[in-house]
């Protein structure tokens, strides 16, 4: 529909409570008081409809302040809204402390920074040999680690390596080795769906 229907549609839809407004006989203030309400209703969702794609991202805040983080569960099936930065953001659970972590198919390896792998406990490798990791900023040098229990919503991944490094600020990553143990992993519209493997 374009912009000239659109408007008649709505002139249409204004006129139709005028109308009736005025076949009552309603004194005209209260129907000027009315009718003013009726056009400012209009004009506000004029300007909605107008500007979605611009409050989406103000609507997806709302929705998360007012009903949780952008993550929920269905059965065994996890779906994560897409936030408003274009990206995925899981709230998981690494050994028992809560961390919310960017979910990259593009990242080999499950990334954490040293104050998450502090906090819950996950004791790097001391092997000289370090692990070369590719990053936007150029490659870094990180330890090795494994994290004993990963939760993220029903899914559980148990003995997950993982790896550790000054250079990744406050950022946790969920790589390509935890993706891989699910089922299947795909994004829908603006949700990433996980499907975990069927317990044994």
Known sequence: MNDGAQVALYLLMLALPLSALLSRRVPVGRTVKMALAW??????????VAQRDRLKPIWNDTRDALFG???HVVGSTVRI?????GHFWATTTINGVERRMLIDSGATTTALSEATARAAHVATDDSPFAAAIETANGSVQAS?????RLELGSIV???LPVVVAPEFGDLDVLGMNFLSQLASWRVE???LI???KPRT
């Open 81 to 85: 809204h897409i936030a408003p930065d």
């Open 69 to 71: 983080r952008d993550q």
């Open 39 to 48: 056009v400012l209703i209009f004009a506000i969702g004029l300007v909605v």
């Open 189 to 191: 519209g603006d949700v």
């Open 144 to 148: 090795r680690a494994q994290v004993q």
């Open 157 to 159: 991944a148990r003995d």
């Open 194 to 196: 996980l499907e975990p």
